[in-house]
């Protein structure tokens, strides 16, 4: 765990350090634990929790990176803060940030000659990416050889899938346990189906109407061979931010509410979620499906820019006959007693075009007024939920949202979330005070 300032505030935040599975690791300061934490929550006479997780961050420079700015963000709104206080009388926020091993999707911008000879230049740019690679789906020979088969033939331009890399692929996906001819991948199950010809065409597809349109360059000098292998990776790491959220970052909320209650004091749970990280946080305060309810709901829940499904709330996801939606049992254990509140916007391309091929989409996307089979929330915002559900455009500082408690609110948030380009666009363009703001209405709520 680290302890670090929030620059132009008197508060400080925590780093509480995770492995994949869910374990705590101990790193930055010697013999310091979430345990340090936990000691100055029973003591420091704190209100309000707020605890956030990132999306896709691999490391914890970078999880730093962007916690660094995140916190004071949210100090950029004094009406909100002084309207904190009046409603809770010694306002005192403990600010905690999560961290747990999430590689990104993959920029294999590379370049070097053609061949696989472990000396040559080509050799070290498949050997890399085999490691990379190998570090997100699984260190193993077997992983390893079917890892190396698909690199080393994507070095070369390919109008469809050779024979060798489509079988590796097969073999990959039963090594990883993933299904065939499932539809699971519209309501974020555990696995999804994977059709290696048709994400490929799918990839390329888009590719050619980037360039035809100008609004994006070529992803990397591996091309489009590799958006199978992008697509395990990105249902690795969904599977791994629900693991970690199901077990280890539940199990520090429910460490803090006892905590909270054995020193009867009342204490507001407030989680938020970047990216794959608004599967964390919606895992973190739901557990596992056959787990007890929390001690007490969380009070909100922010979900910016999620990449995740926008079915994934529904008590009824028309695309799987009727099955709820995996995080159904957040609202219908009442996790959230006030409100959740969710971003969108046009300009944010990873979950926006990448989503989609991440999913293994094919031509099954709408923009119409129906909603899309497979979309990601922070293109779309939760759906499936109309009775609690509303969208409205992001609003300015000093407008007031008036947000109720047990409902879902989609913000439109193109006017703010705008800036960035190339793979991601304005996926992580979420340091503003608007967005600040919105937070904060909703913690006023819970």
């Not at 300061?29 to 691999?58: A, C, N, P, R």
């Not at 331009?157 to 993933?178: C, I, K, M, T, W």
């Not at 490929?200 to 349109?213: K, S």
Request: glycine fraction near 12%.
């Amino acid at each position: 765990m680290l302890i670090r300032p929030v620059p132009g505030t008197q508060f400080q935040y925590y780093l509480v350090n995770y492995d994949k599975d869910g374990n705590e690791r101990f790193g930055g300061q010697e013999g310091v634990s979430s345990s340090v934490m936990l000691d100055e929550f029973k003591t420091g006479g704190y209100t309000d929790v707020i605890i956030m997780s990132h999306g896709w961050m691999g490391d914890v420079p970078a999880a730093i990176n962007q916690y660094d700015r995140w916190m004071p963000n949210l100090f950029t709104v004094p009406a909100d803060i002084e309207a904190m206080k009046k409603k809770r009388p010694g306002f005192k926020p403990l600010l905690v940030g999560l961290h747990w091993p999430s590689l990104p999707w993959g920029d294999e911008d590379d370049d070097g000659s053609f061949g696989f000879d472990p000396n040559s230049e080509a050799g070290k740019i498949v050997a890399a990416a085999v490691d990379d690679y190998a570090a997100r789906l699984g260190d193993t020979p077997e992983i390893r050889k079917q890892l190396e088969t698909i690199l080393t033939a994507a070095l070369d331009e390919h109008d469809s899938l050779p024979d060798d890399v489509r079988q590796a692929y097969v073999a990959l996906g039963n090594l990883l346990g993933f299904s065939s001819g499932s539809e699971s991948a519209a309501i974020d199950a555990d696995r999804a189906s994977i059709d290696p010809d048709q994400i490929f065409r799918e990839a390329a597809e888009q590719e050619q109407l980037d360039l035809e349109t100008g609004s994006f360059s070529k992803m990397s000098f591996f091309g489009n061979l590799l958006s199978p292998l992008r697509t395990f990776s990105f249902w690795e790491m969904k599977s791994r931010a629900r693991t970690f959220g199901e077990s280890g970052a539940n199990s520090l909320l429910r460490t803090m509410q006892q905590a909270a209650a054995d020193a009867g004091r009342q204490v507001d749970f407030h989680l938020m979620g970047h990216s794959f990280g608004c599967i964390v946080v919606t895992a973190m305060a739901a557990g596992k499906p056959a787990d007890s309810p929390l001690l007490k709901p969380v009070s909100s829940m922010t979900l910016a820019q999620g990449a995740l499904s926008i079915w994934a709330y529904s008590p009824s996801v028309k695309f799987d006959g009727g099955k709820p939606g995996y995080f159904n049992s957040l609202l219908k254990k009442g996790c959230v007693k006030g409100a959740i509140v969710t971003t969108q916007s046009e300009h944010d391309r990873a979950v926006g075009t990448f989503y989609k091929i991440g999913a293994g989409v094919a031509g099954q996307v709408s923009f119409g007024s129906e909603m899309p089979k497979i979309g990601a929330l922070g293109a779309f915002g939760i759906q499936g939920v109309d009775d609690i559900a509303e969208g409205l455009v992001m609003k300015s500082v000093g407008e007031q949202y008036s947000f109720k408690p047990g409902r879902i609110y989609n913000l439109e948030s193109s006017n703010v979330i705008k800036n960035g380009g190339g793979f991601s666009g304005a996926h992580s363009d979420i340091v503003h005070p608007e967005v600040a703001h919105a937070l904060w209405q909703a913690v006023l709520v819970g």
